[in-house]
């Protein structure tokens, strides 16, 4: 099976191709920005088919991270992914951006947690804990610093992600100190591709998984000055 893999969540614009046929990933680019994913994503796409040496209907499956992240870059990669599910009849699953960081720490079958965590600013954390074995131990969710420590810091668990060095630098000094700290600041492309495989096709498009409003409120109208 051969899947497209597409990740703009965060600070990278990211695409994979993983063909199951040679276990491994074909070809994979990831350019970091913060901006810019609408014009740099479907051009990076058709440099990683040409790559690969692979056409549109030479994939299987299409998956594609669902957030928490940007409000404007999730939207930039689900409405890539699936257009391109539509145009060529294969099915487009998401993933979240939190189970997408932690999945190669997961993979890598260590007896600690793992701690994903994405700053969501203004002292707020987006973050999902994981048992040592992949379960679910705090569900995803956008949480204030200190509630983020008093989920994360306990045995000395692995931190991911863009929030990874903020909560380490906030580690309460009564606990016991993180094993590892990975500030990426966005999932490897290799490991959306990997559970985009795993993932039931069957299920709704993807859509963007939020966690909380946008910042920007459209006015009320009502509010608006009459001449």
Not at 49 to 59: H, V
Not at 81 to 98: E, W
Request: hydrophobic content about 50%; overall charge positive.
């Amino acid at each position: 099976m051969r899947i497209l893999a597409i990740d703009t969540a965060l600070e990278a614009c990211s695409a994979g191709v993983l063909d199951t046929a040679s276990a491994a990933t074909a070809v994979h680019e990831s350019v970091p920005m913060v901006r810019g994913h609408a014009e740099a994503l479907i051009p990076l796409i058709g440099r990683v088919l040409d790559r690969a040496e692979f056409t549109f209907d030479d994939i299987d499956r299409i998956a594609v991270t669902t957030g928490p992240g940007s409000f404007t870059g999730l939207r930039v990669g689900i409405a890539a992914a699936r257009g391109i599910g539509l145009a060529t009849g294969k099915p487009v699953v998401g993933l979240t951006t939190l189970a997408a960081y932690a999945a190669p720490l997961i993979a890598a079958k260590e007896a600690t947690a793992v701690v994903a965590a994405i700053d969501a600013r203004h002292d707020h954390i987006y973050m999902q804990v994981f048992a040592a074995n992949g379960r679910t131990v705090i569900s995803a969710r956008l949480v204030h610093m200190r509630e983020a420590l008093r989920f994360a810091a306990t045995g000395s668990p692995r931190l991911i992600g863009t929030g990874a060095k903020v909560l380490a630098a906030a580690w309460p000094p009564a606990e016991r100190p993180p094993t590892s700290v990975d500030a990426a600041t966005a999932p490897d492309i290799k490991w959306v591709a990997r559970l985009g495989l795993a993932a039931d096709p069957g299920g709704e498009p993807p859509k963007p998984f939020y966690l909380r409003p946008p910042d920007a409120q459209p006015q009320n109208a009502a509010q608006l000055a009459r001449r």
